[in-house]
């Protein structure tokens, strides 16, 4: 079993739906939690971070961080084409800062 | 958010030639600068993680003498790709992290060809 299992996708919704992106990590000690969001041919752009457990949202997205249950999420509002792209999720541990990341989830939000 | 600039975004070099790729960050100090690999539709592979001053930690399976890291300074990491290979073509990204800090922040990324 991989510490983070993210579903590779691709996700397709039409524009404006609500997109939610998940993770599940096996490794208790990771407490940072990142979402980047990666164009093709692009290096990864962060979205979001969060420590601990807890909400966060920040414009349209929001993201969601469960640690009973090993489990993040990020919510995407009002979907546009634009933000079709691959999601990967990364969390490190303290000390550690080294990210350990998901395989990515491919968004397609089309008209 | 921090910027990390990347250089160059692409290029093209022959078979048994050096290539020299360039990670800065712009406006935070870089202690911890990442180096990764990535295949098309794959994730990130992490190749090597550099501190500031010190040697890189390569990852299992990475070749230290074919992927030379040099982290000089609080701002600047480069990736040196020794005798390229067809096989050596892909796209490299480096991120780099601020002192105390989980977030990293990414490069444009490289694209290598190696013909």
């Known amino acids: 079993q991989k510490e983070v299992e993210q579903d590779p996708g691709p996700l397709s919704v039409p524009e404006g739906a609500i997109v939610s992106l998940n993770c599940t990590y096996s490794?208790?000690?990771?407490?940072?939690f990142m979402w980047y969001r990666q164009y093709s041919r692009k290096g990864p752009e962060l979205l979001m971070y969060?420590?601990?457990?807890g909400n966060k949202e920040d414009g349209r997205f929001t993201a969601q961080v469960d640690k009973s249950s090993k489990y993040i999420s990020l919510f995407i509002r009002d979907s546009q084409p634009s933000d079709s792209a691959t999601y990967l999720c990364?969390?490190?541990?303290?000390?550690?800062?080294?990210?350990?990341f998901g395989r990515g989830t491919s968004l397609i939000v089309h008209p | 958010g921090a910027v990390v600039s990347q250089h160059p975004s692409w290029v093209i070099c022959k078979s048994g030639t050096s290539v020299k790729i360039e990670c800065r960050s712009l406006?935070?100090?870089?202690?911890?600068m990442f180096w990764y690999r990535q295949f098309p539709k794959q994730s990130l592979m992490l190749m090597a993680t550099?501190?500031?001053?010190?040697?890189?930690?390569?990852e299992q399976g990475v070749e230290k003498d074919k992927f030379l890291i040099n982290h000089a300074s609080l701002t600047l990491s480069t990736l040196t790709v020794t005798s390229a290979h067809p096989e050596d073509s892909s796209f490299y990204i480096c991120?780099?992290?601020?002192?105390?800090?989980?977030?990293?922040?990414f490069g444009q990324g490289t694209r290598l060809t190696v013909v």
């Open positions: 990364a969390m490190s541990a303290v000390g550690s800062y080294i990210p350990t």
């Open positions: 550099s501190n500031e001053g010190s040697k890189a930690t390569y």
């Open positions: 406006d935070f100090q870089a202690t911890t």
């Open positions: 991120s780099a992290r601020d002192r105390g800090k989980a977030e990293a922040f």
């Open positions: 969060t420590y601990s457990s």
């Open positions: 490794n208790s000690a990771f407490q940072y």
